[in-house]
């Protein structure tokens, strides 16, 4: 058997334990959906969020990431991250951060850009949504 390359511990307890995991209902109009997949190695993530339209506060994530360890860790980490949040302030959270909580090595690096891009993804559904429904 080859060495496998020691994963951090926090990446394997988002693995093992991912938080959030499952879908929210696409056609409910306070629901954003994003689906991104990454060119280098086609794994696929899907995030979605639930908008308090009032607060404009994130109140519910839920994903599926078909991937590696580190994009699954990724999307777990990401969906803890920003439940709570303002939509400008998801769509400001940075792949660097989540690389550093998961300490992702730089070829593990497009793993938490597969996140970044689905949480600004899931946004902008979102706020199309809501504009072409009014
Ligand atoms: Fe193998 Fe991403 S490259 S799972
Ligand atoms: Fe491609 Fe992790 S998302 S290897």
Not at 108 to 113: A, F, N, Q
């Amino acid at each position: 058997l080859a060495a496998v390359r020691p994963y951090h511990q926090k990446v394997i307890d988002h693995y093992e334990r991912p938080r959030n995991v499952g879908t929210l209902d696409k056609k409910d109009k306070s629901v954003g959906t994003g689906l991104v997949g990454a060119p280098a190695c086609g794994d696929v993530m899907k995030l979605q969020i639930k908008v308090d339209e009032v607060s404009g506060t994130i109140t519910d994530v839920k994903f599926k990431t078909f991937g590696c360890g580190s994009a699954i860790a990724s999307s777990s980490y990401m969906s803890e991250l920003v439940n709570g949040m303002t939509l400008d302030e998801a769509g400001n959270v940075k792949n660097t951060t989540i690389a550093k909580e998961l300490s992702l090595p730089p070829v593990k690096l497009h793993c938490s850009m597969l996140a970044e891009d689905a949480i600004k993804s899931a946004i902008s559904d979102y706020k199309k949504k809501r504009t072409s429904t009014q």
